[in-house]
């Protein structure tokens, strides 16, 4: 069974901001927050992961609660391109760590 | 860089009939993953190498899927006999120090399986 519980869609406006929450309440605290998407029809791609800091790069920004038990993904300015199903996946940060992924945030950015 | 290779990519075959996938991995990443992927759901890991060896594989049905990686390299994963729930799209993917992260997974494009 996957460890986060995420919102199975969420809609965004052009240019706007999109946040996409995930629970992860049963975090260990060896194990990272993981985001990844996969646009329709091609495999899915690393966005960004952190452990207990909010994280930024060039795609997005991770936000991590104090207690680490959920997180939140901020895509900036969205736009047409950033439609695709997002998942968020906690595991260790070694190549033995395991990514058991839900069934994602279906995220539609509309014009 | 050249990113992670499948194929085919697409395949159409009978119950109950025999199917091969071909997976090459980002050059020089030591763990290659393959996933099942049922339409509306998310990636389920079927099976984990870490170079030749099998890390961890209590999701893959043994009964009727296979999979290798001889030479660390390359992975084939086999299903006989296929059955009409096996189909998904089958998605590999590597990681390693090579390229990124030791711990960020690329994938392929994935194989998209019909069992008729």
């Known amino acids: 069974d996957a460890k986060t519980t995420q919102p199975p869609s969420m809609d965004c406006a052009e240019g706007r901001a999109a946040n996409l929450p995930c629970n992860h309440s049963?975090?260990?605290?060896?194990?990272?927050v993981y985001w990844y998407r996969q646009i329709h029809s091609q495999g899915p791609q690393y966005i960004i992961h952190g452990l207990k800091n909010n994280e930024t790069n060039e795609m997005a920004s991770l936000i991590i609660t104090e207690d680490r038990k959920s997180s939140t993904l901020i895509l900036p300015h969205a736009t047409l391109r950033d439609t695709a199903v997002y998942y968020c996946i906690v595991r260790v940060a070694t190549n033995a760590g395991k990514s058991t992924f839900g069934d994602g945030t279906t995220l539609t950015v509309k014009p | 860089e050249a990113g992670v290779a499948q194929s085919p990519r697409y395949k159409i075959i009978e119950k109950r009939q025999s199917v091969a996938f071909w997976c090459n991995p980002i050059?020089?990443?030591?763990?290659l993953y393959w996933y099942q992927q049922i339409l509306g759901q998310g990636p389920k890991l079927l099976i984990q190498f870490q170079n030749n060896g099998v890390v961890d594989d209590s999701q893959l049905p043994k009964d009727r899927f296979s999979a290798e990686r001889l030479k660390g390299v390359d992975s084939t994963l086999k299903i006989q006999p296929a059955k009409l729930e096996d189909s998904a799209v089958y998605l590999c993917?590597?990681?390693?120090?090579?390229?990124?992260?030791?711990?960020?997974?690329?994938f392929g494009p994935g194989t998209r399986l019909t069992v008729l």
């Open positions: 050059s020089g990443h030591a763990t």
């Open positions: 993917a590597s990681s390693g120090v090579a390229g990124g992260r030791t711990d960020t997974q690329y």
């Open positions: 049963t975090i260990s605290g060896n194990e990272y």
